[in-house]
């Protein structure tokens, strides 16, 4: 029986090209038909590999994980942007390649990002998704998270609504 090493760690800008890809490739499954097709082209052209190299060293923290070698998901953190709630940490994103969903790798990156977070001091943690997105919802909800909060999130012409989840 063979061990797979699955490993969640910072990325380093090595890691650039695959995160873009990660991004470009879960984004586009996640958001086909609740982003208008023009923002999320342009979102997914803008946040390319140099992009992704820049948020190596930006100020939030970029996670990814590491399935043998193949970076499967990353996750953003860093602290909550919305003062209007007491939550100290924000997973500001968190996603896998498709094709690593639904086997808890998820579980795993996120809770790798609530305890980064919980050792850099964070009392409690908030999460913001798309209302529309029934599956990020779904994840959220079984991971202990309460939807306390709402707000919207611009596209072009259209505005969609955002849930957020919290976690004390």
Excluded at 26 to 45: C, N
Excluded at 96 to 107: K, V
Excluded at 141 to 164: N, P, Q, T, W, Y
Aim: with cysteine.
């Amino acid at each position: 029986m063979k061990t797979l090493s699955i490993d969640v760690r910072q990325a380093g800008t090595a890691d650039a090209t695959a995160v873009s890809e990660v991004h470009r490739v879960a984004w586009s499954q996640a958001y086909a038909g609740l982003i208008p097709h023009r923002p999320l082209t342009e979102m997914l052209e803008r946040r390319g590999e140099a992009w992704w190299r820049r948020a190596t060293r930006g100020p939030a923290t970029l996670l990814v994980l590491d399935v043998e070698g193949t970076i499967a998901g990353y996750a953003t953190i860093g602290l909550n942007r919305a003062r209007a709630l007491p939550q100290d940490g924000e997973i500001y994103e968190i996603y896998l390649r498709p094709e690593f969903q639904g086997i808890g790798l998820g579980r795993k990156l996120f809770g790798e990002a609530r305890r980064l977070l919980k050792s850099l001091g964070c009392n409690g943690l908030v999460v913001w998704c798309l209302e529309d997105s029934e599956h990020a919802i779904r994840f959220f909800r079984r991971h202990g998270g309460m939807d306390v909060a709402e707000g919207m999130e611009d596209f072009a012409d259209v505005r969609l609504r955002k849930i957020g989840f919290v976690w004390p």
